[in-house]
Structures are given as C-alpha cells and as structure tokens.
C-alpha cells in the first residue's frame, strides 16, 4: 500500500489501484532525473515544479523532494505514467496541511493536456479517499485564472467554497487563489 498521507498513518489512501485504460500511477524514481530534467527545459515546466528560469539544478531538487514522500516539502507525489512506455506525462500529489487537511496537487505535461488525463486522475483519486479516508478534508488551491484547473476541479467532483492566500517560497509572493473541496465534503 501508498498511503496518500503520511507514512505510519493509519488513516490512509492506496494509491496502488488508481489508473486508468492506457496510465497508471506509480512512485518517482531517481531513474526519471532525465526526463524531468527534459520537461524543464520544455515550454511549459511549471507542472513538474520548475519554474522557466529555474537553472538545472533544479530538476535535480525536484526529484529529490518527489523521491523524499509525504517527508518531503512537495508531499507524496506520483507520477502519471502511459502503461505501454512508463514514460511521464503527468503527476498527482497529496500534502498535508494538519492533521485533517490534505491539498492535492496535479500538473500534466503540455503535450498530453486536453485528453482527461488530469480529470481522470483527480477524479480515481478522490474517489479513493471518499472509500478509504474520508475523515479528512482534500482542497484543491487553483489560480483564478486557470480556467483548465477550475474545470477539471468541477468535472471531478469538486465545488468552489472560497479563497485562500497563497505564499510561493520560490517567488516570495502570496496570492488569492480560489478554494475547492469535494462535493461530498461540502457543508
């Protein structure tokens, strides 16, 4: 079992069955260090967690923290992987803020967007912790602007409950971003 929150916990998600007909969730690796060093120098790096400027180096730290689990500063995080090739088109991650309180994060390679894969994901995942943990609260944080995120979010169940100031370390910035938890949770 993968639990979607901390190791030890009892209160836990398995990660192990979630997938779809041609991907599959599954552990990073510091095998995957080239291909996300080659997302990182592609159009769009923000999904993987490189900023566009970010040096090389930086794929490197990404890696890290992915292999590090719910210890490291990103949460437990896995990659979408295409069943045929294991190559990576997307990711999914779990951070948990208290005791109660999970953020899912998700990002999906430029290539691969607009096929459901994010939906797909959000959706097998939540539906996991609504059978297996539903104690807890999931929050998806999404920038207003990102209308994809707002709809794959409403798609897969979620509804918009508020906002929520935001601090980026990278950038040393806060911004309001909005809210959003399952509908099964809401009030």
């Not at 079992?1 to 990073?28: F, K, Y």
């Not at 979408?80 to 999914?92: Q, T, W």
């Not at 539906?127 to 944080?141: H, I, M, N, T």
């Amino acid at each position: 079992m993968v639990p979607l929150t901390a190791q030890c916990d009892a209160r836990a998600v398995d990660w192990s069955e979630i997938g779809g007909t041609w991907w599959r969730l599954r552990p990073a690796s510091w095998a995957d260090e080239a291909a996300i060093a080659e997302y990182g120098r592609g159009p769009d790096p923000s999904w993987i967690g490189i900023a566009a400027s970010s040096p090389p180096q930086r794929a490197h730290d990404v890696v890290q923290e992915f292999v590090k689990g719910a210890a490291g500063d990103f949460g437990l995080v896995h990659l979408a992987v295409l069943k045929e090739s294991d190559a990576i088109i997307g990711m999914i991650g779990a951070q948990k803020h208290g005791p109660d309180i999970v953020e899912i994060v998700y990002g999906i390679a430029p290539a691969w967007r607009g096929r459901g894969l994010a939906t797909e994901m959000l959706t097998s995942l939540t539906r996991a912790a609504q059978d297996q943990d539903a104690s807890r609260r999931y929050e998806l944080v999404i920038d207003p602007s990102n209308a994809a995120s707002r709809r794959v979010a409403e798609k897969s169940g979620y509804r918009c409950v508020g906002t929520r100031d935001s601090f980026v370390k990278a950038t040393g910035e806060t911004y309001e971003d909005l809210l959003y938890v399952p509908s099964w949770q809401v009030d």
